[in-house]
């Protein structure tokens, strides 16, 4: 086995020792002394021994020591057998179980009754379920959370033509849909008998989101240059009309016919005028620019709104004239956006609440730019515009910025107001985002790029110099996991150690677990299973010295302390950048 002729092995313990290799020489003594010390009736070990040519191998090694007269060990008896053809393969087995670990796709196998009997890393970073919990569990359950012919569909033909792939809609632990690609592959015995299924599922769901959002783009474009053949056409028929009706006010000058004459005038124009928005909406219409301070149209927007609007929707403004950039724009088109989306804001709060308008300098980083397929990197102005109002429903989200698409009774509305918007938004080069909970209010954001001046390019030469961390532990708690992998990214860059957490029961056991070195928090407000609230007020009681920054897309942040009820200082609003979110941790921190 080792290749020694006999008289090669001497018969002493010593001459053993030798050929034992250096790595298992010490708990192989250890067995041997306790064996000799009467602690074991025997011995069992599986270590290396040195062969005649230099190499190893693997022997698993069973022993007995035969005793003297006086109880001392005199001679050994056992057996070595050669076990290194199955150390390899258990080796090989290891080598490729950590290589499953490291691919980023969920890898799993399933029983033909669906109960998981694998499941690696990648599983666990995309369904949030550690393999303990997962294994032996049925995938439905895991996977599901009403029952659905989804994974039953997909194992007929899996079992039928040895394979199958499609796009499954899946929930994670928490909740929280994801959207894979899923392989599925047969696992046969060596007679051939069906064992098991091997799936291999790839999140797709940031893909699929930006996805969408180009083909929303598309559908606009689409509808845009339907609506601008639609306008222009009618433009060629309103024309003649209003010119017969100025020569018919010339020829028939009785009060009668000038009446008529007169309605049907008014009528035309205003025909005229919706096909003006129609216009602006399809072809982003180009007005007369100028470098303008959008501060001074929201003090106007202002004004009119407290004059006009009911005494029970409060409204407030916060814009800092001194420091914000100045964009170039048409004035008037700019003040027709933020009229359409505050009257939009009225109409939607009939018993009153509250309306906030607010403008802030931001600079657009490659990691925003990434998640938002109108965004380009550079320095932008943010108009939010926050109302209490009662939402809009998510199933006709995607559909408000559509012309002649209105929610409102007949006659109280065109559906032209936010096609408008968009259209005039982007001929300024803009772009608009909504967030909307029903019950809760809307938050309308409109972006609109700021001029290059001297005072941006020095801000852009500044923003190099962002303030960095020293090694701190900030735990990053957030249900979309792209967004946790952005801020984990922007952080570890600027010299942040980060852990995450996709919910807030996780976040409370991580903190529990590493208390003494996270140095801050930052946390959604609105996630499943736990929200960002209740997650909050369980931290503070562990450390209530914790230091923590609140994150939202939706609520303003004095309604975000209030929801809070706790000593919350720090905000920052969604979507953030990598300057915004470096700034807050260094003031936190510091």
Partial sequence: MLGYEESEIANHLDEWRERVHPDDIAFMTQLIEDHFAKKTPFYISEHRLLCKDGTYKWVLDRGQALWDEEGNPARMAGSHT??????????????????????????????????ILFWNKGAEAVYGWKAEEAIGKNADYLFYKYPSNQLLEAQNIALEKGEWQGELHKVTKNGKEVIVASRWTLVRDEEEKTKSILTVDTDITQKKKLENQFLRAQRMESIGTLAGGIAHDLNNVLTPILASIQILEMVLPDERSQRILTLLETNAKRGAELIKQVLSFARGVEGERMMLQVGHLIYEIEKIAKQTFPKSI??????????????????????????????????????????????????????????????QVGAYIVITVVDSGMGIPGEILDRIFEPFFTTKELGKGTGLGLSTVVGIIKGHGGFINVYSEVGKGTQFKVYLPAIETTETDQENEERHELPTGNGELILVVDDEESICEVTKTSLESYGYRVLTASDGIEAIAMYAQHRLEISAVLIDMMMPSMDGPTTIRALQKINPLLKIIAVSGLVSNHKLAASIGSNIKTFLSKPFTAEELLKALHEILN
């Avoid at 390899?88 to 796709?105: F, G, H, N, P, Y």
């Avoid at 001194?322 to 709060?349: E, F, K, Y």
């Avoid at 300098?361 to 938002?372: H, K, P, S, T, V």
């Fill in 314 to 375: 409060e409204i407030s403004t916060d814009v800092s004239m001194i420091d914000l950039w100045p964009v170039s724009g048409d004035a008037t088109q700019l003040h027709q956006v933020l009229m359409n989306l505050c009257v939009n804001a009225r109409d939607a709060m009939p018993n009153g609440g509250s309306l906030s308008i607010t403008a802030e300098n931001l600079f657009i980083d490659e990691n925003y730019a990434r998640m938002n397929i109108d965004a």
């Fill in 82 to 115: 050669d076990i290194t053809e199955r150390k390899q393969s258990e080796q090989k087995i290891r080598q490729q179980a950590a290589l499953l670990d490291v691919v980023t796709d969920a890898i799993l196998v399933q029983d033909l009754d669906n109960k």
